[in-house]
C-alpha cells in the first residue's frame, strides 16, 4: 500500500515540479523580451518625432518659397518703374531741354556729319498750358473730374504763370465735384486770394459759399456771400442770381 502511495506521490511531484520550472522558464523569457519591447517603442516614437520634424521643415521651405517668389515680383515691377523713369527723363532731356539740337550743333562745329534725327512730326506733341487747361474744362464738362484735377495739378505744378490761378479755379471745380467740399473751399479761397481782384474773383467767392452751404457752415458762407457783395457790388448777372439763391439756402440774414 506504502509503495503504491509512493509510487502515486513521485508520479504526482514531476507535474508540479515541471508546472513551476515552465512557469520560470515563462518568467524568464519575458522578462528577457521586455527591453527589445520598449526598444521597438523608443524607436516608433523616434520615427513619429522625425516625421514630424520633417513635416515642419517642408511647411517652412514652402513659406520660405512664398516669401522669395513675392520679393522677385517686387524687385522686377521697381526694375520696370525704374527704367520707365530713365525713359522718360532721357525723353525730356532730349525734346524738353534741347538736348537733340545742342548734339546736332556739336557736329556741325566739328565738321562732320550728324546722323539724321528723328522729325519733330515723330515725336509728340507737347502740350502747353493753354492746351492742359483747355482738355481740363473739357473733361470737367463731361464730368470726368479726376483727368480734370488731374490736368489743373499739371499746370500748378509747372512755371509761375497767369495760367495757374485759372488752374486753380478748375481745380476747386473738379473736387466739387467729387463732393470734396472742404479741399473745394480751400481751393476757390486760394484762387481768390491769387488774384482778389481779377476775372475769377467773384466766381471764386461764390464757390466758397456754395461749398460751404454742401458742408452746413451756413454762418461762414453768409460771411462769404457778403464779401463777395462788399467787393464787387455789381458782378455779373449769373453771378448775382446765384447769389441770391445761396442767400437762401444759408438763410442769410
Known sequence: MRSVVSSFVCAGRRPLRMGLLGAGMAIGIAAFQVPGARAADDNGNLVLQLLDRVNTLEEQTRDMRGQIDQLTNQVQQQNATLSKQIADMNFAMQNGHGGASAA??????????????????????????????????????????????????????????????????????????????????????????????????????????????????????????????????????????????????????
Open 104 to 253: 546736332s550743333g556739336a557736329g556741325t562745329a566739328s565738321g562732320g556729319s550728324s546722323a539724321p534725327l528723328a522729325s519733330a512730326d515723330d515725336a509728340p506733341a507737347k502740350r502747353t498750358a493753354a492746351d492742359i487747361l483747355k482738355d481740363g474744362n473739357a473733361a470737367l464738362l463731361q464730368r470726368d473730374y479726376a483727368t480734370a484735377q488731374a490736368d489743373a495739378q499739371q499746370v500748378l505744378s509747372g512755371p509761375k504763370s497767369p495760367r495757374q490761378i485759372d488752374a486753380q479755379y478748375l481745380l476747386a471745380q473738379s473736387l466739387a465735384g467729387q463732393k470734396q467740399y472742404r479741399q473745394s473751399a480751400l481751393a476757390y479761397y486760394d484762387t481768390y486770394n491769387r488774384s482778389p481782384h481779377g476775372a475769377r474773383a467773384p466766381s471764386a467767392l461764390l464757390g466758397v459759399a456754395a461749398t460751404l452751404v454742401a458742408l452746413g457752415d451756413k454762418a461762414s458762407a453768409c460771411q462769404a456771400l457778403d464779401k463777395l457783395a462788399s467787393e464787387f457790388p455789381e458782378p455779373e448777372a449769373r453771378i448775382r442770381s446765384a447769389e441770391g439763391i445761396y442767400r437762401k439756402k444759408a438763410k442769410c440774414s
